[in-house]
């Protein structure tokens, strides 16, 4: 039988679209049991590597040089993750026949990781609104930050597609757009509210090959982060991420009480681990909503 990094290599090599952070979740797999036979791991292997990467924290790349721990724990969800991807590459061992479809994967029945709420990770519509209130006066010279902070939370795109939008991916009157490959390697046609339009159209230069988050050049994308940081520390703020908008926009389609699976095709997700976060929100702001009215 195969051993597990050999699985683990016809895995990656099967999977083009992998992303960086999974990439890294399955090198770990391999230098901890990556010698092992696949039908030989057990969950005490797999649970003593879990143990052991709470312990380790997160490592912090240097140029040149060996990576270091960062001296900051894993989060819960972190874990989650790297349990979770070991549990497709048995799936995938069990699809290629490489081990019994009776094989029960070593990753069934370890008990997952808390994950509770972070309310510093999503954006809530309110402070949305004081950060549109606070860009239509600071960025006076782009011009486009309030139009990319409109896209970010009503559609859930992540900020590199927005970035990488041309105008011929955008269909006003259809009130769509359409972005080629994803993050998860798929396409995705999100629909525009009216006021994702009504944004739009106040931008300048729609030439079909222009981005529509251009700087002076219309083949490339603006310099924004300094001019976000400046929002967010202008609002009241400071540190924000420009993704917990998209996070945001998961959190306020849960809180509106719309179904796991409408989520998923909002953001792109293909996991409904993915989508979890935000069902979490959508109960924790529904029992803040209780609490106010009955105590």
Avoid at 260 to 269: D, P, S, T
Wanted: hydrophobic share 40%.
């Amino acid at each position: 039988m195969p051993t597990l990094e050999k699985v683990i290599d016809a895995y990656v090599a099967s999977s083009p679209t992998l992303d960086r952070a999974s990439l890294a979740r399955l090198e770990f797999w391999c230098e901890r049991l990556g010698n092992q036979d696949i039908n030989t791991i057990t969950p005490e292997n797999v649970d003593d590597a879990l143990v052991a990467l709470a312990e380790r924290g997160r490592l912090r790349p240097r140029r040149g040089k060996p990576t270091q721990g960062a001296g900051e724990p894993y989060k819960g969800s972190t874990l989650n993750r790297y349990l979770s991807t070991l549990g497709t590459v048995f799936k995938y061992a069990r699809r290629l026949r490489l081990i019994p479809r009776a094989h029960v994967s070593p990753t069934r029945g370890i008990e997952r990781a808390p994950e509770p709420t972070d309310p510093d990770r999503y954006l809530r519509p309110e402070e949305v609104d004081r950060l549109l209130a606070v860009a239509r006066v600071v960025d006076r010279k782009w011009g486009k930050l309030p139009a990319l902070i409109t896209l970010a939370f009503h559609t859930g795109l992540r900020v590199g597609n927005l970035t990488a939008l041309r105008w011929r991916d955008v269909d006003l009157d259809a009130r769509t757009a359409s972005v080629r490959r994803t993050k998860n390697g798929d396409p995705i046609v999100a629909a525009l509210t009216g006021a994702c339009v009504t944004e739009l159209k106040r931008l300048p230069d729609k030439h079909p090959d222009a981005l529509v988050f251009a700087g002076r050049s219309a083949s490339r994308a603006h310099a924004w982060r300094r001019l976000w940081a400046r929002t967010c520390e202008e609002a009241g703020l400071p540190g924000r991420n420009f993704h917990q908008l998209r996070h945001g926009c998961g959190s306020a389609l849960a809180t509106a009480g719309v179904g796991q699976a409408q989520i998923m095709a909002v953001m792109g997700h293909k996991t409904l681990t993915a989508s979890a976060r935000y069902m979490h929100s959508n109960v924790d702001d529904r029992r803040a909503v209780v609490d106010k009215v009955f105590g």
